[in-house]
């Protein structure tokens, strides 16, 4: 079974430029998330959709950060324009929610984003 | 608001002895704490999780217990090895939205 696909890997641009990355998650999970990792810290939560919906996307700086899951399936996340501040790795993960319980979330590699 | 606190923040021991991680959480609808494993540059890995209605789990060198009414899990690991090298970290439901709130993790150094 395929793992979360997450691309590019490494994205490095100029403050202000848009910058976008792209998740598969592993095939049949309804539920996706997107969160950015800052150095020597842990995950925090950006977004998550169950299939194509948004169901919390409270940490989401709307000013300059959109997500989008058009068909319930792969997922792009995208900063428009980039600061210095984003600077981070951006993980995403899948979890296939059954029961009404919290589920596994399985990561993708994630997206060092550099910006000078 | 949910918050997870976890400790040390840093945790040496000489290979082949045991290492423990504690994590408290504050929200007494958390239902379910994973604990994950991160090398130097990789993904996050689960490497086990305890939901509340079970008061440890172990899988061969790994165990998690769960205190709910101290509000408090940990990890143990036993016989460490080089391996086990990484840093790990707990989390834990904030009530039913499913969102994990995460501790700032421990790095685990091994010391051969």
């Known amino acids: 079974e395929a793992g979360v696909v997450q691309s590019p890997r490494y994205k490095i641009i100029e403050k202000k430029q848009p910058v976008a990355f792209w998740c598969n998650p592993i095939s049949g999970h309804n539920t996706l998330y997107w969160y950015r990792q800052n150095l020597g810290q842990g995950p925090e939560l950006l977004i998550r959709?169950?299939?194509?919906?948004?169901?919390?996307d409270s940490q989401l700086p709307k000013d300059r950060f959109s997500a989008e899951r058009l068909k319930g399936v792969d997922s792009t996340l995208k900063i428009q324009p980039a600061e210095l501040g984003d600077s981070a790795v951006y993980l995403c993960a899948s979890s296939s929610r059954s029961g009404g319980s919290a589920d596994t979330q399985y990561f993708g590699p994630g997206t060092r984003l550099t910006v000078l | 608001g949910e918050n997870v606190e976890q400790h040390p923040s840093t945790l040496s021991v000489q290979e082949g002895d045991s290492a423990v991680i504690k994590c408290t959480y504050s929200?007494?609808?958390?239902?379910?704490f994973p604990w994950y494993k991160q090398e130097l540059g990789k993904r996050p890995q689960l490497i086990i999780d305890i939901r509340s209605n079970v008061g440890e789990k172990k899988d061969q060198r790994i165990a998690v217990t769960l205190n709910k009414t101290a509000k408090h899990f940990s990890l143990h690991i036993t016989e460490t090895q080089p391996e086990d090298s990484a840093v790990y970290f707990c989390a834990a439901t904030r009530g039913s939205n499913y969102q994990l709130i995460w501790g700032a993790g421990t790095k685990l150094i091994i010391k051969p």
């Open positions: 959709y169950e299939n194509e919906e948004a169901v919390d």
């Open positions: 929200d007494s609808a958390s239902n379910y």
